[in-house]
Antibody, heavy 119, light 110 residues
Framework: QVQLVESGGGVVQPGTSLRLSCAAS????????MHWVRQPPGKGLEWVAI????????YYAESVKGRFTISRDTSKKMLYLEMNALRVDDTGVYYC????????????WGQGTTVTVSS | QSVLTQPLSASGTPGQRVAISCSGS????????VYWYQQFPGTAPKLLIS???QRRSGVPDRFSGSKSGTSASLAISGLRSEDEADYYC???????????FGGGTKVTVL
């Protein structure tokens, strides 16, 4: 079955960096785009980034553009999110999700990893 | 401030029908499919409805989706206590090249 397992979350200080990872299994990874979506404590879902199945396009939410980088390693079936210049309002649960394949929307979600940015 | 507008809350008694609206614009809902997600506290979201009105495998037929113009709707008929959760709509925005979510609607079963 399709499985997505995030890791790399933790407690960091403002201005520092963190890299999240997402291990994919149970589907043909190279055939699907992938997303990162986050959820601040007690708030709604906020889309972060998407990477196309063939890495031909990456798009970002305005709030993270220039600070976050989404990437993938197809040979390892891994998705990454490099987060730099972290801010307090980047705090939340970060989910990786597999794309629908056509609608550019998340279909299958991981369980999430928690990022806390605090001084 | 979310690009897609949903009511903060909706409620009903067991057996009733509840509808959740999702309002957008021509560049998002008006041009693309709408997806609906269900989320219970402390858990990851789960896809309920794809492509405006297609129920995901295993989703009870009490859940139905529709879209008209720049608005979409999720209906829950025969409301049950286990339907108490947060519901989010989402779609792609062609102008912004981003996924946009609604702010979420908390459904309460009275």
């Amino acid at each position: 079955q399709v499985q997505l397992v995030e890791s790399g979350g933790g407690v960091v200080q403002p201005g520092t960096s963190l890299r999240l990872s997402c291990a994919a299994s149970g589907f043909i990874f190279r055939s699907y785009g992938m997303h990162w979506v986050r959820q601040p404590p007690g708030k709604g879902l906020e889309w972060v980034a998407i990477i196309w199945y063939d890495e031909s396009n990456n798009y970002y939410a305005e709030s993270v553009k220039g600070r976050f980088t989404i990437s993938r390693d197809t040979s390892k079936k891994m998705l990454y999110l490099e987060m730099n210049a972290l801010r307090v309002d980047d705090t939340g649960v970060y989910y990786c999700a597999r794309d629908s394949g056509s609608s550019h929307l998340p279909v299958i979600w991981g369980q999430g990893t928690t990022v806390t940015v605090s001084s | 401030q979310s690009v897609l507008t949903q009511p903060l809350s909706a409620s009903g008694t067991p057996g009733q029908r509840v509808a959740i609206s999702c309002s957008g614009s021509s560049s998002n809902i008006g041009s693309n499919y709408v997806y609906w997600y269900q989320q219970f506290p402390g858990t990851a979201p789960k896809l309920l409805i794809s492509r405006n009105d297609q129920r995901r495998s295993g989703v009870p037929d009490r859940f139905s989706g529709s879209k008209s113009g720049t608005s979409a709707s999720l209906a829950i008929s025969g409301l049950r206590s286990e339907d108490e959760a947060d519901y989010y709509c989402a779609t792609w925005d062609d102008s912004l090249n981003v996924v946009v979510f609604g702010g979420g609607t908390k459904v309460t079963v009275l």
